[in-house]
């Protein structure tokens, strides 16, 4: 059985009256959207401590309890309702003569539960987007399971699955923020949450990787992955609780779990706080996250496309295939073929790396890019634009992210090995491409011409009218796209 990556919300939703006993993914509802008022807030003072977890001496450690207890106090059980709505199922003879068009509707309520993180002593909460995702009501229990409140959200971000909400509340217990770039393979940490709603839970064990990317777990919204994986017991109902280290300092917000059992197995993930808190930071300013947007189409350095490319074969970074017109990049300097091989002083070791480092920083932000040239090196500053309404480096065209076909993903989705193309992994609702494509086809050709890679297909659209040969479910079809100028 092959093993795949779950949310720790993936729960059944049982009925009002049932008992909560797994997570359950849920965002955020306009009942509760507080983006209007978000950016006249005050920002949340918050308490940061940046100095490594170890001088590098280890000693004999017998208990962490005085190191935990204070962070077990700022983390909190986030129950989410939703209510359901759908139509009562009937004879459909019975359906039309006796209700024609009003169809009789039964209503239920579905709970969800999540973790989250008070980060602020007047009641700020970080979370994960997937725990308050279309959710009608909030509720947060803190740990002492005496006080409950109402909780209202501030703004999601489902590209990095993080959440903040709040609570009206003064002089709350709060964790201080880590620096996860300091975060070491090996580093001890601790899971805390409510798992299947038991109670405070605490959990040991170690950083077993960080920067883990290509997992899939944001595929479908085109996200940005980065997590830190750990050995540290995660169960459903952790979405959102804490990652802390030796120190009791936040180094992450649990996330979701790879497994083939549907239960924690070892191998967990958490998205550094250095990213959280820039995106928390964001939508608490503003309601909303602004990513910095380059304008160029890159893909990883590998070492035959180094020795192809003129630097060396061990040479990391990305490689521009191609440049947006009149973008920040176009107008900094930046060609193809161009070597990008650090950002803001930071090493760039693949394409992922790349995206993320740029979406990170806001518009406006001066970016220094340090790249090769025909075996020189140079350093150049772009301004970044605002990430929007341009095609992104995954989109093919507007709102229609898509990858290549890999052998991972024709074995998930069953696709023939003869099948060879661009896979359709997100439609946004907006695209005005959504009734005619659909997640899990493949895009073979585009105006007869077989496609193999984002940036070449993006160069066989012409404005008007376009043929897509498209296969899905073992079925191919030609469709019309146009594409307006």
């Known amino acids: 059985m092959r093993a795949s990556v779950h949310s720790l919300l993936s729960m059944k939703f049982k009925s009002f009256s049932s008992l909560v006993t797994a997570a359950v993914a849920v965002a955020a509802a306009t009942l509760f959207t507080a983006a209007k008022d978000a950016a006249s807030a005050p920002k949340p003072v918050l308490r940061v401590d940046a100095s490594p977890v170890s001088d590098g001496r280890a000693g ?41 068009n009003n169809v009789p509707e039964r209503e239920s309520k579905q709970e969800g539960l999540g973790s989250g993180v008070i980060v602020s002593p007047d009641g700020y909460i970080l979370t994960n987007n997937h725990v308050v995702e279309g959710a009608d009501e909030l509720n947060v229990l803190l740990p002492d399971s005496q006080h409950e409140y109402k909780a209202k959200v501030i703004g999601t971000d489902p590209q990095t699955d993080i959440a903040v909400i709040k609570i009206e509340a003064d002089h709350l217990p709060t964790v201080t923020l880590a620096d996860s770039d300091k975060l070491r393979v090996g580093d001890v940490v601790f899971a805390i949450g409510n798992p299947l709603d038991i109670g405070e839970t605490v959990t040991m064990g170690i950083v077993s990787a960080t920067g883990r990317k290509n997992l899939g777990l944001l595929d479908n919204v085109a996200g940005y992955e980065d997590f830190i994986q750990t050995d540290a017991a995660i169960n459903p109902g952790n979405s959102g609780g804490a990652l802390i280290d030796a120190k009791g300092r936040l180094v992450g917000i649990n996330s979701a779990i790879y497994t083939n059992t549907k239960t924690n197995i070892g191998i967990g993930f958490a998205i550094p706080v250095n990213l959280a808190a820039g995106i928390m930071q964001s939508l608490i300013e503003t309601g909303k996250v602004s990513r910095g947007y380059l304008g160029v189409m890159a893909e990883s350095v590998t070492p035959d496309l180094a020795e192809q490319l003129g630097v060396g074969k061990d040479t990391k970074g990305v490689v521009i295939t191609d440049v947006r017109p009149d973008s920040p990049a176009a107008r900094a300097g930046l060609k193809r073929d161009d070597v990008i091989t650090a950002i803001d002083g930071k090493a760039v070791g693949v394409a992922e790396d790349f995206r993320l480092f740029v979406a990170e920083q806001p518009p406006g932000h001066p970016m220094t890019i340090k790249f090769i040239r025909d075996g020189k090196e140079k350093t150049i500053v772009a301004t970044l634009g605002k990430l929007g309404n341009q095609v992104t480096q995954d989109e093919l065209i507007p709102g229609v992210t898509v990858v290549k076909l890999t052998p991972d993903k024709r074995r998930q989705l069953n696709i023939d090995d003869s099948v060879n193309g661009l896979l359709i992994t997100n439609i946004d609702d907006s695209s005005p491409y959504s009734d005619r494509l659909v997640e899990g086809a493949v895009i073979v050709e585009i105006n007869r011409t077989p496609v193999s890679d984002v940036a070449s297909a993006q160069q066989l659209i012409v404005p008007g009218d376009n043929l897509f040969l498209v296969y899905y479910q073992g079925v191919y079809h030609f469709l019309r796209i146009v594409v307006k100028q």
Do not use: H, L, N
């Open 60 to 100: 004999v450690v017998t208990t962490y309890a005085d190191i935990i207890a204070p962070s077990q106090k700022a983390v909190v059980s986030v129950y989410s309702t939703k209510i359901v709505r759908e139509r009562i199922p009937m004879d459909p003879m019975m359906r039309e003569f006796f209700f024609g």
